[in-house]
């Protein structure tokens, strides 16, 4: 099992950027996949990005390619989201969520562990 804490929210002026944090609990850490997800409100979880247990593969929305980058470090326990470019349509909920499937994958109910979430607020 693994706990999974996020930081990094607050507020930024639409192209700006922000980095979060994922703290992970457990000396498997490296046994997961790994993913960024965010809800917006009134809106379903979306998937945002996904990286692979060595952090050799990563995988994106479309809507964030190019803007957002997914990283992490095993030794640390840790998955970083670099966000740059920040738009309005960004703010959301930002949570991390683990997977032990191998396949990287955007569906949601794939993710087996999920944090309590950080709060992202882009203004115009």
């Known amino acids: 099992q693994v706990q999974l804490v996020e930081s990094g929210g607050g507020v930024v002026q639409a192209g700006g950027s922000l980095r979060l944090s994922c703290a992970a609990s457990?000396?498997?850490?490296?046994?997961?996949?790994m993913g960024w997800f965010r809800q917006a409100p009134g809106k379903e979880r979306e998937f945002v990005a996904a990286i692979s247990r060595s952090g050799d593969m990563t995988y994106y929305a479309d809507s964030v390619k190019d803007r957002f980058t997914i990283s992490r470090d095993n030794a640390k326990n840790t998955v970083l989201l670099q966000m740059n470019s920040l738009k309005p349509e960004d703010t959301a909920v930002y949570y991390c969520?683990?997977?032990?499937?191998?396949?990287?994958?955007?569906?949601?109910?794939?993710?087996?562990?999920w944090g309590q979430g950080t709060q992202v607020t882009v203004s115009s």
């Open positions: 457990g000396r498997t850490f490296s046994s997961y996949a």
């Open positions: 969520a683990a997977t032990n499937r191998v396949v990287l994958t955007s569906t949601r109910l794939a993710y087996d562990y």
